[in-house]
């Protein structure tokens, strides 16, 4: 099981999401702290690969509420500038 998944019934109950690329979407989460973290690769369905501006994962998957999408996350397209720390978190 991958270190980086988000739960599985948040997944479901508040997707599915617009992909940029097959299996793949940028969306924000929101954490049971209240604190948003906005463009996050998830691979589907609940893997998260990659945050902007971010070089390992910055939250908790576990303390993950709610998953949505804004207009600023469709739009949004990975480049090289992003690390991608999820392709190797299989535990």
């Known amino acids: 099981m991958a270190r ?3 739960p599985a019934n948040v997944i479901e109950r508040d ?3 617009s992909e940029f690329k097959q299996d793949a979407s940028i969306v924000s989460v929101e954490l ?3 604190r948003i973290v906005e ?3 998830v691979i589907y369905p609940n893997e998260v690969w990659a945050v902007r501006g971010s ?3 910055p939250f908790e998957p576990q303390n993950v509420v709610r998953v949505f999408q804004s207009s ?3 739009a949004t397209r990975t480049t090289s500038e992003w690390a ?3 392709a190797k ?3």
Request: proline share 4%.
């Open 84 to 86: 991608v720390f999820g």
């Open 39 to 41: 463009q996050v690769l």
């Open 15 to 17: 997707g599915p999401f």
């Open 32 to 34: 049971a702290d209240g």
């Open 89 to 91: 978190n299989a535990t």
């Open 72 to 74: 600023h996350d469709l």
């Open 55 to 57: 070089a390992q994962m």
């Open 4 to 6: 980086y998944q988000l």
